[in-house]
């Protein structure tokens, strides 16, 4: 998974190394090791241009949390200085590193969803990060068609019952 990539053309130069990477220790151990190359997609300009970045990539993880911190500008060492007052004025509703912005940052996940599917049928995209043990986040990717959270191992049951829910509504 390679991660923070802006553009298909840092992808494919990206992957054609580690492809390269990975003959050299093949040949060099005698094994026939096989990975499927894919990215996080972080920063907004990857979520917009997700179609592209799918002709490369065999899947996507959304790192919700960087992705939270470029489409906001927010900086997540300096926001615990002022987003609980922004949620306490009622400016946001939640803390959007807690539970997801869906109104916005969520939009960026369900264009690259769908934007990414359509250049590659089949595409597997989940999240990572601590959104994907969020009830409420949980929820969304379900709803924009998400095949995998994951999370902090204690944030594990919460997301595994909040994914069932979803799943029977």
Not at 16 to 30: F, Y
Not at 152 to 163: K, N
Request: charged letters at 25%; hydrophobic letters at 45%.
């Amino acid at each position: 998974m390679i991660p923070l990539i802006g553009t298909v053309r840092e992808l494919t130069w990206l992957k054609t190394e580690l492809v390269a990477e990975i003959a050299d220790v093949n040949k060099e151990r005698g094994t026939a090791f096989v990975a499927p190359m894919g990215t996080m997609i972080e920063i907004p300009r990857a979520a917009l241009t997700a179609d592209k970045i799918a002709l490369e990539a065999e899947f996507f993880s959304f790192g919700t949390n960087d992705l939270t911190q470029m489409g906001f500008g927010f900086s997540r060492d300096d926001a615990g200085s002022f987003l609980p007052e922004y949620v306490a004025k009622k400016i946001l509703d939640d803390d959007p590193f807690q539970s997801l912005d869906t109104e916005g940052i969520g939009e960026l996940v369900r264009i690259a969803t769908e934007k990414g599917r359509a250049a590659r049928p089949g595409l597997k995209v989940g999240v990572c990060g601590e959104h994907g043990g969020d009830p409420r986040s949980v929820v969304f990717f379900h709803q924009v068609g998400l095949d995998y959270v994951s999370c902090s191992p204690y944030r594990v049951p919460i997301a595994m019952l909040a994914a069932a829910q979803a799943a029977l509504d």
